[in-house]
């Protein structure tokens, strides 16, 4: 069955103090690793999609990169406005069009 | 730009009223998802559709229906609500096989 952990539950960080959340996955053949971000209230706002171990995206202060077990998605220097709940989830080769979602992890930056 | 919209951001129903919750896509997407969000639950599916006049239950459809008449609009169904309903709703597009955009979502209260 296609599982997705996201570890810690809730992270918080001083501005400008790097850090990585992880994404765990288990999955019969991946298809596809997608990171989003949520604010309270809010819809979920795509980031990255991640196809290959090895493959790595980067927007801004985020980067995210992709195992064949896991992903990390690592901050740079962050400002209090990336706060928010980060979501990741994993396509397989047998899941047809469904994704399967983390629970997220809560970052709060503070300034 | 993607862009994914839903009829409502917030929507307050009484137990047994039915309820209709709309979503309209601009992407020329294939497939649409209806999730449910809850605090500790996370993101779960009601029922998604691959097709214009297709549709798929997804982990929770009990209680929900959907009807896709044209591509672009997906329409959840609550045929007579109850307060365990009240939850956050999120509408969702992709291409086959492809991320998924979500709407900004509706916060259903259902007294």
């Known amino acids: 069955e296609d599982q997705v952990t996201q570890s810690p539950e809730a992270l918080r960080l001083q501005e400008g103090e790097s850090s990585s959340l992880n994404c765990s996955y288990t999955?019969?053949?991946?298809?596809?690793l997608f990171w989003y971000r949520q604010d309270p209230g809010k819809g979920p706002e795509f980031l990255f999609t991640?196809?290959?171990a090895g493959e790595e995206k980067e927007k801004e202060r985020l980067k995210a990169t992709l195992t064949k077990k896991e992903s990390f998605l690592h901050i740079t220097a962050p400002k209090p406005e990336d706060s928010a709940t980060y979501l990741c989830?994993?396509?397989?080769?047998?899941?047809?069009?469904?994704?399967?979602f983390g629970s997220g992890t809560r970052l709060s930056i503070r300034p | 730009d993607v862009k994914v919209t839903q009829s409502s951001r917030y929507l307050v129903k009484r137990t047994g009223e039915k309820v209709f919750l709309e979503c309209v896509q601009d992407?020329?997407?294939?497939?649409m998802f209806w999730y449910r969000q809850d605090p500790g639950l996370g993101l779960r599916l009601i029922y998604f559709?691959?097709?214009?006049?297709?549709?798929e239950k997804g982990d929770i459809p009990e209680g929900y229906s959907v009807s896709r008449e044209k591509k672009e609009r997906f329409s959840l169904i609550l045929e007579s609500a109850s307060t365990n309903q009240t939850s956050m709703y999120l509408c969702?597009?992709?291409?086959?096989?492809?991320?998924?955009?979500f709407g900004p979502g509706t916060r259903l209260t259902v007294l």
């Open positions: 989830a994993v396509q397989g080769s047998s899941s047809a069009s469904k994704i399967i």
């Open positions: 999955v019969s053949g991946l298809r596809g």
């Open positions: 991640l196809y290959s």
């Open positions: 992407m020329d997407h294939e497939n």
């Open positions: 559709s691959y097709d214009v006049k297709m549709k």
């Open positions: 969702a597009g992709s291409s086959r096989g492809d991320t998924q955009y």
